[in-house]
């Protein structure tokens, strides 16, 4: 478990692809200072979903939709200027994929893993209880 003051998000190998940042509770003035001095963007899935979402569609469907994420998630880093990218409120997505019946959690985990040529560092901020088993050490950190 490293702690914030120590935390160097731009450090981060590989650079291409997703890691996790598991923290639980962290205080939106907490998150505001560390991407402040990891110079990065600080970026909320569900209020990004929320913005793509068709307000007139009666139903989400996230399920059918894991590669439209995915590709969302790519998006959020092709659009930003800073060299690293915190994404919060992931977690939403994942408890609504883990409920699903034949539940498509594992393949995106899959996919989110096996992501590659990001064009910025990106960071996933998520609970410890929604991370996955299996992600490698060197790509996670805990506060």
């Given at each position: 478990m490293v702690d914030i003051i120590t935390l160097r998000l731009r450090e981060a190998n590989p650079k291409d692809s997703p890691h996790l940042l598991l923290w639980d509770n962290p205080e939106p003035n907490q998150l505001?200072?560390?991407a402040?001095?990891?110079?990065?963007?600080?970026?909320s899935y569900r209020e990004d979903?929320?913005?793509?979402?068709?307000?007139?569609?009666?139903?989400?469907?996230?399920?059918?939709q894991c590669d439209r994420e995915l590709a969302a998630i790519r998006s959020l880093c092709d659009q930003s200027t800073e060299p690293v990218v915190l994404l919060q409120d992931l977690d939403c997505l994942i408890a609504y994929l883990?409920?699903?019946?034949?539940?498509?959690?594992?393949?995106?985990?899959?996919?989110?893993?096996?992501?590659?040529?990001?064009?910025?560092?990106?960071?996933?901020?998520?609970?410890?209880q929604a991370a996955p088993p299996d992600w490698q050490k060197h790509r996670l950190q805990r506060l």
């Open positions: 505001q200072h560390l402040w001095r990891e110079e990065a963007k600080l970026v979903l929320l913005k793509r979402v068709d307000p007139q569609s009666r139903f989400l469907a996230l399920h059918h883990s409920v699903q019946p034949e539940s498509p959690i594992t393949l995106f985990w899959q996919s989110l893993f096996n992501a590659r040529h990001l064009n910025r560092i990106l960071w996933i901020i998520l609970p410890s």
